[in-house]
Nanobody, 127 residues
């Protein structure tokens, strides 16, 4: 079955960097748009970044632009989120998501088109 395994979270100080990874199995990786979402305590899950099947096209939430970078390794079925200049407001559980790229009229910056989710990895940024 399809499995997304998120890793790489941790407790860091303001200004630090982290690299999250999501290892995918049980699917044809290049058939999927991949994304990262996050959820802070008491808040709804929110979009962070997305990348198309080829790795050519990416899109970021305003909060992530200039600090985060999403990438993928199609040979290894892994998607990454490099996070730099971390802030306390980046604290939350980070989830990898996969959506079938052939889906028509998909809005990749919302959770709806994504049908596979990782278990999440916790990122805590202390001030």
């Amino acid at each position: 079955q399809v499995q997304l395994v998120d890793s790489g979270g941790g407790l860091v100080q303001t200004g630090a960097s982290l690299r999250l990874s999501c290892a995918a199995s049980g699917l044809t990786f290049t058939d999927y748009q991949m994304a990262w979402f996050r959820q802070a305590p008491g808040k709804e899950r929110e979009f962070v970044a997305t990348i198309d099947w080829s790795g050519t096209n990416t899109y970021y939430a305003d909060s992530a632009k200039g600090r985060f970078a999403i990438s993928r390794d199609n040979a290894k079925n892994i998607v990454f989120l490099q996070m730099n200049s971390l802030k306390p407001e980046d604290t939350g559980a980070y989830y990898c998501a996969a959506g079938f790229r052939w889906r028509r009229n998909a809005m990749w910056s919302i959770s709806e088109p994504y049908n596979q989710w990782g278990q999440g990895t916790q990122v805590t940024v202390s001030s």
